[in-house]
């Protein structure tokens, strides 16, 4: 089980707006710690997607952003595409491990 | 542009040890500003963080605690590389593997920005 824990799946039409949870912990994001996104395509490595809470890599769209509130982050995604799916995942330290934990992944479908 | 390629072998046999490499291009493994990482990915644990090597006057190694006692990550500045050795694997340990680039001066700061395309290693 992650120590950050995202749904396992979330759905939207194209075009339609999409949000990704990635609840925590006192000892990580409740502990202010930034939350991280990462975007993974189908066959591919992972990318960068979101750094530092909300701020995007040079090259990503700004279809995507990041929020943040008590032990929680989103990530919200707009004007959703085909394109769009993949797995997403957050990142974030953990004070008690004393290393930098992942949630488990949500897997976005474009109906 | 900082580039990451990956290498070593897809099968390993419980018990031994799994080796894999990663080149360097477009930066420094001895870079002062980033951390050179290994995260695996599996369908059971998701991503997973595994450790990191870096330089910062002096060589430093990091672990995650699921890991550590089995696993080494090596600095090679002759070739520009950095490895990853696990010994003992079992067949909880079949994932997907990736080194990547880590930036950010605090924990909190600290993500990874380049990634390798991945090595797919089965323990039998």
């Known amino acids: 089980q992650s120590v950050l824990t995202q749904p396992p799946s979330v759905s939207g039409a194209p075009g339609q707006w999409v949000t990704i949870s990635c609840t925590g912990s006192?000892?990580?994001?409740?502990?202010?710690?930034?939350v991280h996104w990462y975007q993974r395509l189908p066959g591919t490595a992972p990318r960068l997607l979101i750094y530092?809470?909300?701020n995007r890599p040079s090259g990503v769209t700004d279809r995507f952003s990041g929020s943040r509130s008590g032990t929680s982050a989103s990530l919200a995604i707009t004007g959703l595409q085909a394109e769009d799916e993949a797995d997403y995942y957050c990142q974030s330290f953990d004070n008690n491990l004393r290393h930098w934990v992942f949630g488990g992944g949500t897997k976005l479908t474009v109906l | 542009q900082v580039q990451l390629q990956q290498s070593g072998p897809g099968l390993v046999k419980a018990s031994q040890t799994l080796s894999v490499t990663c080149a360097i291009s477009g930066d420094s493994v001895s870079s002062k500003s980033a951390g050179w990482n290994w995260v695996r990915q599996s369908p059971s644990r998701g991503l997973e963080w595994l450790g990191r090597t870096f330089y910062r006057s002096k060589w430093h190694n990091e672990y995650a605690v699921s890991v550590r006692g089995r696993i080494s990550i090596n600095p090679d500045t002759s070739k520009n590389q950095f490895s990853l050795q696990m010994t003992s694997v079992t067949p909880g340990d079949t994932a997907i593997y990736y080194c990547?680039?880590?930036?950010?001066?605090?924990?909190?700061?600290?993500?990874?920005?380049?990634w390798g395309k991945g090595t797919t290693v089965t323990v039998s």
């Open positions: 990547a680039r880590g930036v950010g001066s605090t924990p909190s700061d600290y993500n990874m920005d380049v």
């Open positions: 530092g809470d909300y």
């Open positions: 006192s000892s990580n994001i409740g502990a202010d710690y930034a």
